[in-house]
């Protein structure tokens, strides 16, 4: 076949019941661009959606990013680039916002930790940056993390990754005996700052007396927006956030900020870099620009103006619900992590016949789906957040709540 003919070939073949763009089989230019088949995969695997109601859960999917966080990653794929430059220079611009010494987006905040514990335990040493997560002691590093014994809440896992040991106190005099030489650091967990018996200036306090770096897992813990520095403020050497949380970020990013000679070895043993505990931690260029992107929205929009917004929304579920026989509705914020309003619908077990878990099932398999905090807690109650719901998603879960409810009044 002639070279003219394969294209004709090629231009023939239907396509969703069109010719796809490009030239016509006369050889003449097509004046319409072909139109882009749509799909939604979504639907076509029929996968289940529904109304958030329970809050940023990782396996929910925890957040919906913004339509320009959504244009920065669509944009951004069309071109190339080094991945270490949109790492320096995205790293560059959040240092500046959270007030750290230098920053980078990395594949979560578990990442983040992992990274941060890396970038201590091994400095610029390259050798060691191979070495790593084995035999640490024997290659020169330090292998002891100190920890309260209230902040063990699994995430810890992420710094045992890299080969430490956690070591667990409780007081500031068992940090005292704990330290020797081969503690790396002291990790504090902020979401359970106030269980510990040693709050954040001390821990900083004992860490300086010993000449100890510090870290902090801050993961899902903005809102208040401005604990986005606050830490970098008080001193703490690395902190780790969740950036598919609140921030509304790309799921599978977060931000490790910190000491810059922390954040420097992080990268080292961080992707694209072979041999390092961090290749199988890649975060691709578009969602670095889109964590960048949702960052600075997230800073720049009016904190309280949205406060107000999950207030209403907390009211008018309320009021379609408390007036049922028995129900009682309250509401409480909790103060470190997912400081957001969180609602408790409680009733009489005698007087309206569900369970936590009956009833979460019944919104699940509804229409729409709705998903509240159907597990833990006590049985005659459900809890909910408003938080991550859409515009006007409240009006539908009220609704819903109060068919169920009164449904099942005996
Ligand atoms: C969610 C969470 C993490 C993990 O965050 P990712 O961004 O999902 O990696 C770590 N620590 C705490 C306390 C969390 O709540």
Redesign the pocket.
């Known amino acids: 076949m002639k070279r003219r003919e394969i294209i004709k070939g090629i231009t023939l073949i239907p396509f969703g019941g069109t010719i796809l763009g490009g030239m016509l089989p006369n050889g003449s230019v097509a004046a319409q661009p072909a139109p882009l088949v749509k799909r939604d995969l979504v639907k076509e695997l029929g996968i289940r959606t529904f109304i958030n109601a329970a809050g940023t859960y ?1 396996a929910m999917t925890a957040s919906l990013m913004h339509e320009e966080v959504l244009e920065t990653i669509n944009n951004s794929s069309k071109v190339f680039c080094m991945l270490n430059e949109v790492h320096d220079k995205v790293g560059e611009k959040i240092a500046k916002i959270v007030h750290s010494e230098a920053a980078m987006v990395t594949a ?4 983040a ?1 992992t990274l941060g514990m890396a970038g201590i335990l091994t400095g610029t040493d390259q050798k060691k940056i191979t070495q790593l997560p084995t035999r640490l002691e024997e290659n020169g590093m330090k292998s002891e993390v100190i920890i309260q014994k209230s902040h063990f ?1 699994g ?1 810890e896992k ?1 710094l045992l990754n890299t080969g430490v040991t956690m070591v667990p106190v409780e007081t500031a005099e068992d940090v005292d005996r704990a330290v020797n030489a081969k503690t790396a650091s002291m990790h504090f ?1 902020n ?1 359970n700052a106030l269980e510990g018996k040693i709050m954040h200036e001390e821990w900083l306090q004992l860490a300086k007396k010993h000449n100890l770096p510090t870290s902090i ?1 801050i ?2 813990d903005v809102p208040p927006v401005e604990n986005l520095w606050r830490f970098n403020d008080m001193g703490f050497s690395f902190v ?1 956030l ?4 609140a921030v509304r970020g790309p799921q599978s990013a ?1 931000i490790l900020m910190g000491k810059a000679d922390i954040i420097a070895a992080a990268r080292l043993n961080d992707s694209p870099n072979g041999r390092t505990i961090g290749r199988g931690m890649k975060v691709n260029k578009e969602e670095i620009l889109g964590m960048y992107a949702a960052l600075e929205m997230y800073v720049n929009q009016d904190h309280e103006k949205e406060w107000k917004m999950w207030e209403d929304r907390v009211s008018l579920i309320t009021n379609a619900v408390n007036k049922i026989d028995s129900v009682t509705v309250t509401v409480s914020v909790p103060p470190i ?1 997912n400081h957001s309003p969180k609602m408790k619908i409680a009733w009489d077990k005698n007087k309206i016949k569900l369970t936590r878990t009956s009833l979460g099932e019944k919104l699940r398999t509804g229409e729409p789906s709705i998903e509240m905090i159907s597990w833990g807690g006590d049985e005659n109650s459900i809890e909910l957040t408003v938080f991550m719901l859409s515009k006007g998603e409240e009006k539908i879960v009220a609704k819903r709540l109060k068919e169920e409810l009164t449904q099942a009044l005996a």
Do not use: M, W
Request: aromatic letters at 10%; glycine letters at 20%; proline letters at 0%.
């Open positions: 990782t979560g905040a578990f990442s930790l809440d995430y992420a967990l979401c897992d993961a899902a780790a969740s950036g598919g949380k977060g992590a």
